[in-house]
């Protein structure tokens, strides 16, 4: 088992700038991938960005240039470092981590875009 807690999110005006974080435990030695998803009211679960164990990364058109995502595998954690945030980043975001067999999922943290 992999438990995942994401911490950073708040409210920030258009333009802004979060760094969420995000803190793995338990069997943390099994874990491949990290990703960082969104959830926004009434839209399906959707992939932000993705980081591999080698640091293989991938992001999704509407965050590219914008967002950058990093893993500190000493640390067993992930970060998304968001720069440029649109109204339309507003969403609860979501860390996952897979271990090839299992996907887990930290709680969500609310990241909110002003006008």
């Known amino acids: 088992q992999v438990q995942l807690v994401e911490s950073g999110g708040g409210l920030v005006q258009v333009g802004g700038s979060l760094r969420l974080s995000c803190v793995a435990s338990?069997?943390?030695?099994?874990?491949?991938?990290m990703a960082w998803y969104r959830q926004a009211p009434g839209i399906l679960r959707e992939l932000v960005a993705t980081?591999?164990?080698?640091?293989?990364?991938h992001y999704a058109d509407s965050v590219k240039g914008r967002f950058t995502i990093s893993r500190d595998n000493a640390k067993n954690s992930v970060y998304l470092e968001m720069n440029g945030l649109k109204v339309e980043d507003t969403a609860v975001y979501y860390c996952a981590a897979s271990t090839g067999g299992d996907y887990y999922w930290g709680q969500g943290t609310q990241v909110t875009v002003s006008s």
């Open positions: 338990g069997k943390t030695d099994t874990i491949y991938h």
């Open positions: 980081i591999t164990h080698g640091y293989g990364t």
